[in-house]
């Protein structure tokens, strides 16, 4: 049986108060993850000596490499998000730019795509670097009580 892929077509009327809205808080959510990225940096050099064990070296390598793949990311997401927002001027004068104005639109509405999934990846990065800096932690916590 063959599935077909099917493109949602859901087209809502953005005003330019609900866009700049939109911007404005996925601008202050990329900040604050940005301040989490120096704290998860932070964790990583905390357990540095932890982290390189053999047993974990592996899963230490990809949640590295993940923390820099996504914080590339954040810096170009949060760039393209501030020059969309910086666009907005258009519907600041009584001059028509139809075309100009569903460009942006259309740019909008592609943002929001690519802001959910950057922050549904994120979630996932977060569950799993703390799940391996929990697993380090109890580890670490057995070590001394049998000692």
């Known amino acids: 049986m ?3 892929e099917s493109k949602i077509n859901y087209v809502v009327w ?3 108060e609900v866009m700049h809205e939109a911007s404005r808080k996925w601008l202050s959510e990329l900040e604050f993850i940005k301040g989490e ?4 940096r932070d964790l990583i050099k905390s357990y540095a000596l932890y982290l390189i064990d053999s047993k974990h ?3 230490s390598r990809k949640v590295i490499d993940n923390l820099n793949k996504i914080k590339k990311k954040t810096t170009l997401l949060t760039e393209s998000v501030q020059n969309h927002e910086n666009k907005l001027i258009i ?3 009584s001059i028509d730019h139809s075309k100009e104005e569903e460009r942006y639109k259309t740019e909008h509405r592609q943002l929001i795509i690519d802001v959910s999934k950057f922050f549904q990846n994120y979630r996932i990065f977060k569950t ?3 799940d391996l800096i ?3 932690i109890k580890e670490q916590r057995q070590k001394r009580l049998l000692k």
């Open 128 to 130: 799993n670097f703390f």
């Open 91 to 93: 519907w600041d004068d």
């Open 37 to 40: 990225q120096l704290f998860f």
């Open 14 to 16: 953005l005003s330019p």
């Open 134 to 136: 929990k697993e380090i």
């Open 57 to 59: 070296i592996d899963e």
């Open 2 to 4: 063959k599935t077909t």
